[in-house]
Protein backbone atom coordinates (compact mmCIF):
# COMPACT_ATOMS: atom_id res chain seq x y z
CA UNK A 1 0.00 0.00 0.00
CA UNK A 2 1.13 3.75 -0.36
CA UNK A 3 2.60 5.84 2.19
CA UNK A 4 2.45 9.14 2.76
CA UNK A 5 5.05 12.14 4.70
CA UNK A 6 2.69 14.44 6.32
CA UNK A 7 4.85 17.93 7.57
CA UNK A 8 3.20 20.67 9.89
CA UNK A 9 4.62 23.65 8.12
CA UNK A 10 2.19 26.43 9.42
CA UNK A 11 1.26 26.70 13.63
CA UNK A 12 -1.83 26.15 14.95
CA UNK A 13 -1.86 29.15 17.33
CA UNK A 14 -5.56 30.96 16.47
CA UNK A 15 -6.81 28.37 14.30
CA UNK A 16 -10.42 26.39 15.48
CA UNK A 17 -10.28 23.66 17.74
CA UNK A 18 -11.11 21.20 15.81
CA UNK A 19 -8.42 22.27 13.64
CA UNK A 20 -5.62 21.90 16.48
CA UNK A 21 -7.20 18.71 17.51
CA UNK A 22 -7.21 16.88 13.95
CA UNK A 23 -3.10 18.02 14.32
CA UNK A 24 -2.71 16.07 17.78
CA UNK A 25 -4.65 12.95 16.24
CA UNK A 26 -2.39 12.96 13.74
CA UNK A 27 0.70 13.29 16.29
CA UNK A 28 2.08 16.09 14.87
CA UNK A 29 3.18 17.74 17.70
CA UNK A 30 6.23 20.83 16.34
CA UNK A 31 6.39 22.74 13.01
CA UNK A 32 8.32 20.50 10.97
CA UNK A 33 7.40 17.41 12.41
CA UNK A 34 6.88 14.48 9.99
CA UNK A 35 4.79 11.39 10.44
CA UNK A 36 4.28 8.91 8.08
CA UNK A 37 1.11 7.19 7.54
CA UNK A 38 -0.71 4.24 4.96
CA UNK A 39 -2.89 6.10 2.28
CA UNK A 40 -6.15 5.48 3.59
CA UNK A 41 -9.18 7.37 3.03
CA UNK A 42 -9.71 8.62 6.81
CA UNK A 43 -6.10 9.77 7.02
CA UNK A 44 -6.74 11.89 3.64
CA UNK A 45 -9.72 13.10 5.59
CA UNK A 46 -8.11 14.12 8.58
CA UNK A 47 -5.60 16.04 5.77
CA UNK A 48 -7.92 17.76 3.48
CA UNK A 49 -8.86 19.90 6.63
CA UNK A 50 -5.87 20.83 7.82
CA UNK A 51 -4.39 21.03 4.09
CA UNK A 52 -3.74 24.61 4.29
CA UNK A 53 -1.32 24.09 7.98
CA UNK A 54 0.80 21.17 6.36
CA UNK A 55 2.80 19.51 3.33
CA UNK A 56 1.81 16.14 2.08
CA UNK A 57 4.94 14.21 -0.28
CA UNK A 58 3.90 10.74 -1.24
CA UNK A 59 6.42 7.71 -0.87
Known amino acids: MKQIKVTLVRSTIGRPIDQKRTVAALGLKKLNHSKIFE ?21
Do not use: T, Y
Open 39 to 59: DRPDIRGMIRKIEHLVKVEEI
